[in-house]
């Protein structure tokens, strides 16, 4: 079993930059962020392939957040600028054997989720 561990969060002006790190127990293939808002669901964030080549975003997202990761240290990041209030959320680590995907049971491994709070 992979333990997950997130590290990064807090509390952030609208337009400001926070990055998120997820250390890794052991080895994953795919990895990705997924956050949950107070009363919405659980929604995909950002995923990775393990040699980082593949890496896919929710639409919402895209342009302002930047996954990556880093093998050697079995950790992956998730650089995100131009933060809106509206991606306040606890933020989940995910990890699998397989590789990367936008579906939240495609993963196996889940770390315990860090707070994302952007004031506005």
């Known amino acids: 079993q992979v333990q997950l561990v997130e590290s990064g969060g807090g509390l952030v002006q609208a337009g400001g930059s926070l990055r998120l790190s997820c250390a890794a127990s052991g080895r994953t293939y795919g990895m990705g962020w997924f956050r949950q808002a107070p009363g919405k669901e659980r929604e995909f964030v950002a995923t990775?392939?393990?040699?980082?080549?593949?890496?896919y975003y929710a639409d919402s997202v895209k342009g302002r957040f930047t996954i990556s990761r880093d093998n050697a240290k079995n950790t992956v990041y998730l650089q995100m600028n131009s933060l809106k209030p509206e991606d306040t959320a606890v933020y989940y680590c995910a990890g699998n054997r397989a590789g990367p995907s936008v579906d939240a049971a495609s993963f196996d491994y889940w770390g315990q989720g860090t707070q994302v709070t952007v004031s506005s």
């Open positions: 990775i392939s393990r040699g980082g080549v593949s890496t």
